[in-house]
């Protein structure tokens, strides 16, 4: 009597293929907020454009124009005021002033708040937290209410009348702004990277330097544009604390156009465009670094 095995079952290990899909239909980014908050901005940013480009047309008129049709085009383009503006107005001098003074006290900001932040993103302690409390609570006090114990101190430390001494003030008022920004960044960066390096032999300050200040530099950027720009446009402190004309910078050096009896409008709106310029090729060069250094953190 023979024995019948049963037939074997076919096994359904082998893998099912998927069918194909049909091509996907790309869709373009839409912008945030709607096309209705696309066309505001658009129109907020054409409105704030007008009286740039005015001040540029106005500024190759000569000033006999300006006076009889201020709304006018140039006809003939004239560059007199400019020629008038930087060698009669001694812009040539106000614009090296000025740029001695913001570049020397963003630099000055800047480095400091660096190695700061650094201090107080790594250790972790109950004085250090006060101290980030202290540094912090700059930001709730305007600089400019403090304008006269600023004067009495720089009246009584001879520092009135110096261009050196307005750096150490802007680059002492911008310390908590640049802390409250870098102390975030650096505590984003993970401690291994610190471990590693110390394992390589790198000392903590080669550390810093090379490892950990390179990762901030979107930071680094943002830092020094926004404290750049108003240091560069400030009226107040310089008008105060700077008595003679060769010390000062472009916003008080404009006032030289106004007299008592006739106003070079001309020279102004040229005098403007040329302390403009400086800032428009600091945005275009550093746009890239803001943008990283503001959105950083927002997306996983």
Request: hydrophobic share 50%.
């Amino acid at each position: 009597m023979s024995v019948v095995a049963p037939a074997a079952t076919a096994t359904t290990d082998s893998p099912v293929l998927a069918q194909p899909k049909g091509p996907r239909r790309s869709t373009g980014q839409k912008p945030v907020g709607g096309v209705g908050a696309s066309i505001l901005l658009w129109g907020y940013a054409a409105i704030a454009l007008v009286p740039l480009l005015l001040m540029v047309v106005s500024s190759f008129r000569t000033n006999a124009d300006l006076i009889t049709d201020p709304l006018g085009l140039p006809s003939p383009v004239s560059v007199e005021s400019y020629r008038e503006a930087w060698t009669t107005g001694s812009f040539a001098t106000y614009f090296g002033n000025s740029l001695l003074v913001t570049v020397g006290a963003v630099a000055l900001s800047t480095v400091v708040s660096t190695m700061a932040a650094y201090a107080l993103a790594r250790v972790h302690s109950r004085a250090f937290r006060a101290l980030e409390s202290l540094f912090l609570s700059g930001l709730m006090l305007p600089i400019h209410l403090a304008i006269l114990p600023i004067f009495y101190l720089f009246d009584g430390l001879g520092l009135i009348d110096s261009r050196f001494g307005l750096a150490l003030m802007y680059g002492a008022s911008g310390v908590p702004f640049s802390i409250f920004v870098l102390t975030t960044f650096f505590r984003q960066l993970p401690a291994e990277l610190e471990e590693a390096a110390a394992l390589d032999g790198a000392s903590p300050w080669q550390t810093f330097w090379r490892i950990m200040v390179p990762l901030v530099r979107p930071a680094l950027a943002t830092v020094a544009v926004f404290r750049f720009v108003p240091i560069w446009n400030d009226f107040l402190f310089p008008l105060v604390l700077l008595r003679k004309e060769e010390k000062y910078t472009l916003p008080v050096g404009l006032t030289t156009f106004f007299g008592e009896n006739a106003t070079n409008y001309s020279a102004v709106f040229a005098g403007l465009v040329i302390t403009t310029i400086p800032l428009i090729v600091l945005f275009l060069v550093a746009t890239k670094q803001i943008v990283a250094g503001l959105t950083a953190g927002m997306s996983k």
